[in-house]
């Protein structure tokens, strides 16, 4: 057998599984969801009764993210960088999900403490996604905080930047 023609026959098969694997993906793409934090998941051992869950979930309001604040807790702004600019809850990393995790934020975070995320609210998804790459980077201390930027500023609580008092 000729070798041009043998690299013609690995060529169409190579060919052959990308298509069949394109097809598979598009028929079924992976779909990355956020999973309950540490403090959602009850403490439990095989002799002990199901405990109910310690501390704020993984969702959380205004309220309890100020109770994490007053605490220490890291704030990471997952909104574009003009909003951020605006203004942000004092202190705040800020790092949208479309760049991925950022070295120099990262650096900062100890994923054994909790950390609350946050973008502008409603319908916004994008600390959702953050929050999603960090439990892929082994963070499970993970709060969004679901009313977002602009309920923590109504309720009075620190910003800086433009948006600030």
Request: net charge negative; with cysteine.
């Amino acid at each position: 057998m000729a070798p041009t023609s043998l690299l013609t026959r690995a060529l169409a098969v190579f060919g052959v599984a990308v298509l069949i694997g394109a097809a598979h993906s598009a028929r079924t793409p992976v779909a990355l969801r956020l999973q309950p934090t540490e403090a959602q998941t009850p403490a439990t051992t095989p002799d002990a009764p199901e405990t109910p869950p310690r501390g704020p979930g993984l969702m959380i309001s205004v309220g309890e993210a100020f109770e994490l604040f007053q605490q220490g807790t890291p704030f990471l702004d997952a909104r574009p960088k003009a909003d951020f600019d605006a203004g942000r809850v004092m202190g705040a990393f800020h790092n949208p999900p479309s760049t991925g995790l950022k070295p120099d934020v990262i650096q900062f975070l100890d994923p054994s403490r909790p950390i609350v995320i946050y973008c502008g609210g409603g319908d916004c998804k994008d600390s959702e996604n953050l929050a999603i790459l960090l439990q892929q980077m082994g963070f499970n201390r993970l709060h969004v905080m679901t009313d977002g930027f602009p309920a923590w500023q109504s309720a009075g609580h620190p910003v800086e930047g433009g948006g600030g008092p």
